[in-house]
Nanobody, 119 residues
Framework: QVQLMESGGGLVQPGGSLRLSCAAS????????MGWYRQAPGKERELVAA???????DYADSVKGRFTISGDNAKNTVYLQMNSLKFEDTAVYYC?????????????WGQGTQVTVSS
């Protein structure tokens, strides 16, 4: 089981920046995909950004050009750099890891970190 711990959330003004971190309990090189999801009040959880083991990335249209996902294998950590933040980016952000154990595909979630964009 992969355990994930997010950090870096907080309160920021519109146009500001934050960097979220997700520390994994084992090498992210061995994890198939790591992603950041978010859930705003009254809304479903949605994918924000994902990075594959080959460093391929994918972004939601709403964050393209503003958010960047990256990984540091040496620190077992995935980051989400968020720039030009908007009110609508306010949500709880969750880290997710998808990995294989034997023949099973498994998924782990972090506890979430709150991001609030407000003036």
């Amino acid at each position: 089981q992969v355990q994930l711990m997010e950090s870096g959330g907080g309160l920021v003004q519109p146009g500001g920046s934050l960097r979220l971190s997700c520390a994994a309990s084992r090498s992210i090189f061995s994890i198939n995909t790591m992603g950041w999801y978010r859930q705003a009040p009254g809304k479903e959880r949605e994918l924000v950004a994902a990075i594959g083991s080959g460093s391929s990335t994918d972004y939601a249209d709403s964050v393209k050009g503003r958010f960047t996902i990256s990984g540091d294998n040496a620190k077992n950590t995935v980051y989400l750099q968020m720039n030009s933040l908007k009110f609508e980016d306010t949500a709880v952000y969750y880290c997710n890891a998808v990995y294989i154990v034997g023949l099973d595909r498994r998924s782990s979630w972090g506890q979430g970190t709150q991001v609030t964009v407000s003036s």
